[in-house]
């Protein structure tokens, strides 16, 4: 009876977390394969959507569709998003990603692809990208929850580490793709990778007690979260003032390389130091960002890219050192951003948490949508050099205002915080007995 009545062997709390551990590889693996579908893509899309109808102005198409569904997914998702609290949750929006990356490859398998095409393209994936990725970060720190105060932290950034991988290893494998086998088979591949990202998803289950929303209204909307953790609205202001400004680091170096009669070759250079010196710093920050004082990392963070986009004009005769440059903005953004996300894991949890991770990727990358569209125009009027002059100064002002430097210091405590005072302790003495 004694042994009978012992709780089975799969009840350990060792079992718990082997399953967590396999868990949380399986969506690690899923973000390696859908982000080097989406990387390859861009590459392979652009021509696909030349070849096919001819103009080059179709080619930011589905790009530009994309963007429209995030802009306004603080009102459609904001129900659907609490939904997301299991991995077959999570892999239902994946499959939804995969009808819209086919719309194109089938439109050009059966006939021609048009303007239509990339736009139900381009829609249809934007709102499957505006509810996975913030749902994949939220789910993944429901899982490290129950493995210590810092495993989110840790395996949020072990997540962007992998996501900066596929930054260096998608390009070149699409080139190489593109020039034996031209773009179009590119596009099935992104389509076959995100299933498989999808059926990895599929046995990821949450152990976080999180209450689904019955109905939109009773989800927490992006900017009361936002309101109520001061830390995260700094940090996400950081995050959103730099996906502004962005433009100036990709299109002020292409066009400062055009005026030095030599196109392409200071974006490269810049492009291939910043891929470096973040994958270090990806490298690196599992161990640090736990470690460090959150905000004044993030802060840190945004005003050494701030520091490197102000020298970049200044260096640009020498490939290397501008490499050099870019590296160290590189590498101070994955600290940057495995801070602001363990403000989010560790101040947040349930519908809170879903919430607060949406409203980050809807600042930053709405924020950078922005800033590309005015960008051309912007260095049009001032010039390259002077806008990443000011894209930087613009990010070392807001790390300054926002970081935790400025706060005001707290009132002096109260009486009833600061002990009592001696007159009343005179009159408690007196009427002890």
Request: net charge positive.
């Amino acid at each position: 009876m004694l042994i009978r009545q012992l709780p089975a062997r799969s009840a350990r709390p060792e079992d718990g977390c082997v399953n967590a551990r396999r868990d949380i590889a399986a969506m690690l693996t899923t973000t390696f394969v859908a982000w080097m579908g989406q990387r390859t893509t861009a590459v392979a899309l652009p021509l696909v959507a030349l070849a096919e109808t001819g103009s080059a102005w179709s080619t930011g198409l589905v790009g530009g569709a994309v963007g429209l569904p995030m802009l306004a997914s603080p009102w459609w998702a904001r129900g659907l998003r609490q939904r997301l609290t299991t991995g077959r949750a999570l892999a239902c929006v994946l499959a939804v990603q995969v009808v819209g990356l086919l719309v194109v490859p089938v439109g050009a398998a059966v006939g021609r692809v048009n303007a239509i095409h990339l736009a139900t393209a381009g829609l249809i994936t934007g709102c499957a990208t505006a509810l996975s990725g913030p749902g994949q970060r939220a789910l993944l720190s429901d899982i490290c929850d129950s493995l210590g105060s810092s495993v989110a932290t840790k395996m949020l950034a072990w997540q962007d580490f992998v996501h900066r991988v596929t930054m260096i290893l998608a390009p070149p494998a699409a080139g190489w793709a593109v020039a034996f086998g031209g773009p179009l088979p590119l596009l099935w591949a992104e389509a076959v990778g995100v299933s498989a990202g999808a059926v990895l998803l599929l046995s990821v289950r949450s152990t976080a007690r999180v209450a689904a929303a019955a109905r939109p209204t009773d989800a927490p909307a992006l900017r009361h979260v936002l309101a109520q953790h001061g830390d995260i609205r700094r940090a996400v202001t950081m995050s959103g003032v730099g996906g502004l400004v962005w433009f100036a680091f990709t299109l002020g170096l292409a066009i400062l390389g055009a005026e030095a009669g030599r196109p392409g070759l200071l974006i490269s250079a810049g492009m291939a130091g910043y891929g470096t010196g973040s994958l270090a710093g990806a490298l690196l920050a599992p161990v640090l960002v736990p470690r460090m004082p959150a905000l004044a990392t993030m802060a840190t963070g945004w005003a050494v890219l701030g520091v490197a986009f102000m020298a970049l004009p200044a260096v640009t005769s020498s490939l290397v050192l501008l490499g050099c440059v870019a590296a160290v903005g590189g590498f101070s953004m994955p600290l940057g951003i495995g801070a602001l996300n363990r403000l989010i894991s560790t101040r947040t949890d349930g519908a809170d948490r879903r919430a607060a991770f949406a409203a980050e990727s809807l600042v930053h990358d709405g924020a950078v949508s922005i800033g590309l569209l005015a960008g051309g125009a912007v260095i049009g009027v001032v010039g390259a050099g002077p806008a990443l002059v000011a894209a930087g100064a613009a990010q070392i002002i807001v790390a300054f205002l926002a970081g935790p430097w400025l706060r005001r210091r707290s009132a002096q405590p109260n009486c009833a915080a600061s002990g009592p005072s001696p007159q009343m302790v005179m009159i408690v003495q007196r009427v002890k007995p």
